[in-house]
């Protein structure tokens, strides 16, 4: 199943299409079982891959007031950042449903910082399911440091 970029795959060709996915699977499922969701009991694990090797876990972390809820996308993203990562090549996310959820806009927009060509698996911890895509297919004719690096010296 297609639906533009994004392709319906199961965890074996995932792991050939990018040999560190069932390790960065393993660390997001572990990041999955340590998240903090009281209010949605929607838990969510992730794990980047940067340009060095290296991998980066995050879960979701919710707060009473909701703005400062941080998803776990994100929060592998700022691990990456305070390791001083500044490329990334992959993000596995992974959920509680039997078809996989994709990273949130708010999510979509942070990995955008670091480029279109980002490759992003969405898995599932209830199934063999996994949708894969790049970032610019998820998040097409995206706003993004070219955008502004363009804009300079225009008054």
């Known amino acids: 199943m297609t639906d533009g970029g994004v392709q319906l795959i199961d965890r074996t060709e995932a792991a050939a299409r990018l040999p560190e996915f069932e390790s960065l699977l393993r660390l997001a499922l ?3 079982s340590r998240a903090r969701a009281p209010y949605s009991r929607f838990k969510v694990g992730a794990a980047v891959l940067a340009g060095s090797g290296a991998s980066y876990p995050g879960c979701n972390v919710e707060s009473a007031s909701y703005g400062a809820t941080i998803c776990a996308e994100r929060s592998a993203v700022v691990g990456a950042v305070v390791a001083g990562e500044t490329a990334l090549r992959a993000c596995v996310v992974v959920t509680s449903t039997a078809e996989p959820s994709s990273p949130c806009g708010i999510c979509r927009q942070l990995l955008r910082e670091f ?4 490759l992003v698996f ?3 911890s ?3 399911a996994v949708y894969v895509a790049l970032l610019g297919d ?7 440091p070219d955008n502004l690096e363009a804009a300079e010296g225009t008054e």
Do not use: K
Not at 115 to 118: A, F, M
Not at 138 to 144: A, E, K, R
């Open 30 to 32: 572990t990041a999955q």
């Open 115 to 118: 480029g279109t060509e980002l």
């Open 122 to 124: 969405a898995a599932s």
């Open 126 to 128: 209830l199934s063999d």
């Open 138 to 144: 998820l998040l097409p004719l995206s706003f993004g």
